[in-house]
């Protein structure tokens, strides 16, 4: 029902910026609730970013507050994570996510049922 496909990660010195971008490709008639998700080397998967259906609400894992920034262009379906200043532990594979919204409430975790296939952000010291 909905597929995903990021783009723009790489490598980036520390203190640097990136901007990921994920398309999505979705029936209209549905309303998906999107978030970005990382997994560090070694590490469990995060969440970093969620966005509410329109952009009305964001909300950041205490790690990015204040450096990165999630938006998304409704008219494109497109969904962005700016990213600056970068610190070597924001290293990970970045996935675009989505739920179909739940009504009256913010999806749990577990709800973003749809993953794109990642796109890996190193950013070295």
């Known amino acids: 029902q909905v597929r995903l496909v990021e783009s723009g990660g790489g490598s980036v010195q520390a203190g640097g910026s990136l901007r990921l971008s994920c398309a999505v490709s979705r029936d209209p008639r549905k309303s998906v609730c999107m978030a970005w998700f990382r997994q560090p080397p070694g590490k469990e998967r995060e969440e970093v970013a969620r966005?509410?259906?329109?952009?009305?609400?964001?909300r950041y894992s205490d790690a990015v507050k204040g450096r990165f920034a999630i938006s998304a262009d409704y008219a494109k379906d497109i969904l962005y994570l700016q990213m600056n200043s970068l610190k070597p532990e924001d290293t990970a594979m970045y996935y675009c996510?989505?739920?179909?919204?739940?009504?009256?409430?913010?999806?749990?975790?577990?709800?973003?049922?749809?993953w794109g296939q990642g796109t890996q952000v190193t950013v070295t010291v």
């Open positions: 966005i509410s259906t329109g952009g009305s609400a964001t």
């Open positions: 996510a989505a739920a179909l919204c739940p009504s009256g409430r913010d999806p749990y975790e577990w709800e973003y049922k749809y």
